[in-house]
């Protein structure tokens, strides 16, 4: 081994090491977070079969990465340390995997350029410490892309093996990765038929052969995707009345690749405007760290189409039909999107960008590139919004401060917004599991019929205007919680009632105008319109609640977290 590669491989090894020590950094002080929660609550069953199949029937993510996590907590428990060391052993397994298809692809210096700047990319670290699928996403997109490319330049059948391997595996770990596939499919194969070679008859065969295997093994998922979907759909209330999509997405997702300013990565904004940016950032902050990442980026792109025609041409391609497919599902609401759906091409397009890069003078490439990671490591260490930090979720807070209560473990728990997942943190108590999404966003679940049906016509007019214009709860919720609960608890039992303010709770006299026009079957609702129910409705419930256990149970007074969007209410039984 030359000097050389010794200093190149040692470059690699270096990067990757650091990435992983930004990756852990804080990671003592983080705690999960409801997606996070409800991962873990899945892969926390008792078997893989159990896994599997709630992740089928319940969710409408793929089962992959639920049955890798319930093997990690078999082996390593189920700490929050533990759990987020998964996620970033896969980011930072994603520096040496892509600085080694870079040098395959293209050259060793944009393997390096492009490990350099994975390392300290923001989202990636962002998502290096979520217990979700997301840190794979880049990783599997990489290999996609690399045997896309690999198989179209050499399209024997044998070649097409680890293509179809890893998409199979894209596939079974998120539930938009078959959008991937088939734009892969469809892109490579406008290729093979505009190519004028002597067997582009056997390769275009083989090449929808191999793609047919791969929907094949994708029709099982396929059966239980259509089916969960379809029952997210048939509520009062859907995912899209809390995912808005609107084209600024654009500006953000580019802003989020490409940049270390992080914007708008659990929503989209309805009003996204680099004037935000701005307020926060002032002019001179905006130029340094978004328009000059960009800049460079862009620059990147176009070097990179000129000099490596074929390869970036294809892996650009299938990236950028991939968000487009995505935003035109979102345009017509059949799926949500917000950033974190499109990490499968992140690094797909950083790669293009530093293939352009690479081709610089080394005069401008190399100070270019130390200034841009200088920046970026700034901003990381000095943010108060950095993606090297997170704050603690809100049950994590909600468990604390009811701890500080000296809980005992016949006392009860109402936290409606997922409270089922405090047992991460709050193993103590009798949780009472009554969830408002499923009311809002499932057809007709049991709880439902027990409490109230606000979709039955209700004397001409819909029982969704006379819930909400009524400052009374519905009989029916509170003859539930009476008697599955209140007459069941014995003489000085508390009750500790949770409130999320995820949204803030409306005053009774403000429903009747926001109800206007807003009942359960008018399906001409704007996006805020529909929004402005699913709040309304949400804050509502909680109100009642809030009455119901007022009227029943003796107030002992209201606790704060040290999240201030929570506010706990405590009573007892007399």
């Known amino acids: 081994m030359d000097k050389k590669t010794k200093l190149y491989y040692g470059a690699i090894a270096l990067l990757t090491i650091f990435a992983f ?89 944009t ?50 093996i680890p293509l179809v391997i890893s998409n199979i595996i894209l596939i079974y770990t998120f539930n938009l990765g078959i959008i991937f596939s088939f734009v892969q499919f469809v892109t490579g194969l406008l290729y093979l038929l505009a190519s004028k070679t002597a067997e582009k008859k056997e390769s275009v065969k083989n090449f929808v052969l191999s793609f047919c295997s791969i929907f094949i093994f994708y029709l099982p998922y396929f059966y239980f995707q259509i089916k969960t979907m379809a029952s997210s759909k048939s509520g009062i209330c859907s995912l899209f009345n809390v995912f808005h999509f609107d084209l600024g997405f ?41 328009i000059l990442f960009l800049l460079a980026f862009g620059a990147g792109f176009i070097i990179s189409i000129k000099e490596n025609k074929t390869k970036s041409l294809l892996l650009i391609s299938i990236s950028v039909l991939f968000i487009v497919s995505l935003m035109l599902l979102a345009q017509f609401h059949i799926i949500p999107l917000i950033t974190r759906y499109c990490m499968p091409v992140h690094l797909i397009l950083m790669l293009c960008a530093c293939a352009g890069l690479a081709k610089l003078n080394k005069k401008i490439l ?16 000095s943010a108060k919004n950095s993606a090297i930090t997170r704050n603690a979720s809100f049950h994590y807070y909600a468990a604390k401060a009811i701890k500080q209560e000296n809980i005992k473990d ?17 193993p103590e108590g009798r949780m009472i599991d009554y969830r408002l999404e499923d009311l809002l966003m499932k057809k007709n679940p049991p709880l439902f019929k027990e409490t109230f049906n606000l979709s039955i016509r209700d004397d001409g007019d819909y029982k969704l205007s006379s819930y909400v214009s009524s400052p009374y709860p519905p009989y029916e919720l509170e003859e539930y919680f009476v008697k599955n609960y209140f007459s069941k608890m014995k003489k000085g039992e508390r009750l500790f009632f949770v409130e999320s303010y995820l949204f803030l709770i409306i005053p009774d006299n403000l ?60 009573f007892e039984k007399i």
């Open 21 to 109: 020590i930004l990756r852990i950094l804080f990671i003592t002080y983080s705690k999960l977070w409801i997606d996070e929660l409800y991962c873990f609550d899945i892969a926390n069953h008792a078997s893989v079969f159990e896994v599997v199949k709630t992740t089928l029937t319940t969710d409408l993510h793929a089962p992959l990465f639920f049955v890798i996590l319930h093997f990690w907590i078999k082996i390593f428990g189920s700490s929050d340390i533990a759990l987020m060391m998964l996620p970033v052993l896969f980011s930072t397994a994603s520096i040496p995997v892509g600085a080694l298809i870079a040098e395959k692809l293209f050259d060793r210096k």
């Open 111 to 160: 393997a390096i350029i492009f490990a350099a700047f994975c390392t300290f990319s923001a989202l990636e670290i962002n998502y290096s410490q979520e217990v979700k699928f997301y840190s794979m996403l880049p990783l599997l997109g990489l290999f996609c892309a690399y045997y896309f490319v690999q198989t179209l330049q050499k399209p024997k059948l044998k070649n097409f």
């Open 250 to 290: 654009v500006n953000a997702l580019i802003q989020n690749f490409f940049t270390p300013v992080l914007d708008n990565l659990g929503n989209n904004s309805l009003n996204y405007s680099i004037f935000e940016n701005i307020k926060e950032l002032h002019i001179i902050g905006v130029i340094i760290f978004i």
């Open 366 to 381: 190399y100070p270019a590139v130390i200034i841009l990671i200088l920046i970026s490591a700034f901003y990381l260490f």
């Open 410 to 426: 016949t006392d009860y728990i109402l936290m409606p917004y997922f409270g089922r997942f405090l047992y991460k943190y709050l």
């Open 511 to 570: 429903y009747p105008g926001m109800l206007k026009n807003l009942n359960v079957d008018n399906k001409n609702l704007t996006e805020l319109e529909k929004t402005a129910r699913y709040c309304m409705l949400y804050t509502k419930i909680l109100k009642n609640l809030e009455i119901i256990c007022s009227k029943h149970l003796k107030y002992l007074g209201t606790y704060y977290s040290e999240n201030q969007d929570i506010k706990i209410y405590a």
